[in-house]
């Protein structure tokens, strides 16, 4: 099956820095990559939505200017928090599919912001 | 819009008897069905997908879930619990293959011996 990685699996920061977390696809080429965010003991929400070469499509309520979105790519896609703040601390899962096929999602990152 | 209703956030059962997970969905458009299971601190392992044809799927680990047009459900079943099946369980709809997920808010299932 395709297998999807996420780097680094787990993060701790200081307040007011940024941090980056990376989706990548090692078996095949993702058109589309996918950022979810999960608080505690809560669902997955969509955060934006990533094509290969184009600008991220983000979900009402996330702020474009503070969750960056790359995907330069057709096997990478990253996440910047910027200026981090605690109630930033979440798992940030990453998913990837290709041609419109299966999402396959990554095993996700821990950020956690002091 | 679509969105997704699981019916109770903790099912609780005895190693060898029958889980019922419910799930109700709600789509403007024909619904892409998926269940997904995920272990503390880890990611997401689709169990089972529906897109079209037969409506009674079966997905890994002897799970299995039916499509019900009319009810508007895609609820996930197991004959048989076992210990290793303790995990939180997500119920996801999409407009279609490939399309961003929309999540129920889960079911934690825990088994007992």
């Known amino acids: 099956g395709a297998v999807v990685s996420q780097h680094p699996s787990w993060v701790i920061c200081k307040s007011g820095t940024s941090v980056k977390i990376e989706c990548r696809s090692l078996?095949?080429?993702?058109?589309?990559m996918f950022w979810y965010r999960q608080f505690p003991k809560q669902s997955l929400m969509l955060m934006a939505t990533?094509?290969?070469?184009?600008?991220?499509?983000?979900e009402q309520g996330v702020e474009k200017d503070k969750f960056l979105i790359n995907h330069a790519s057709l096997t990478l896609s990253t996440l910047t928090v910027t200026s981090a703040h605690p109630e930033d601390s979440s798992f940030y899962i990453c998913?990837?599919?290709?041609?419109?096929?299966?999402?396959?999602f990554g095993p996700g990152t821990r950020l956690l912001v002091l | 819009a679509q969105s997704v209703t699981q019916l109770g956030s903790h099912v609780s059962v005895s190693e060898g008897a029958l889980v019922l997970l419910r799930c109700n969905y709600s789509?403007?458009?024909?619904?892409?069905l998926f269940w997904y299971v995920q272990y503390p601190n880890q990611g997401l392992q689709l169990l089972l997908k529906?897109?079209?044809?037969?409506?009674l799927v079966k997905g890994i680990n002897g799970f299995e879930a039916e499509f019900k047009k009319s009810e508007t459900s895609f609820h996930l079943t197991k004959p048989s619990a076992h210990m290793s099946d303790a995990a939180e369980y997500f119920c996801?709809?999409?407009?279609?293959?490939?399309?961003?997920?929309?999540f129920g808010k889960g079911t934690t299932l825990s088994v007992s011996s």
């Open positions: 998913s990837a599919t290709r041609n419109k096929e299966t999402q396959y």
């Open positions: 078996d095949f080429q993702a058109t589309t």
């Open positions: 990533s094509n290969e070469g184009s600008k991220a499509t983000y």
């Open positions: 789509s403007s458009v024909p619904p892409y």
């Open positions: 529906y897109t079209t044809g037969a409506t």
């Open positions: 996801a709809v999409s407009e279609g293959a490939g399309t961003a997920l929309i």
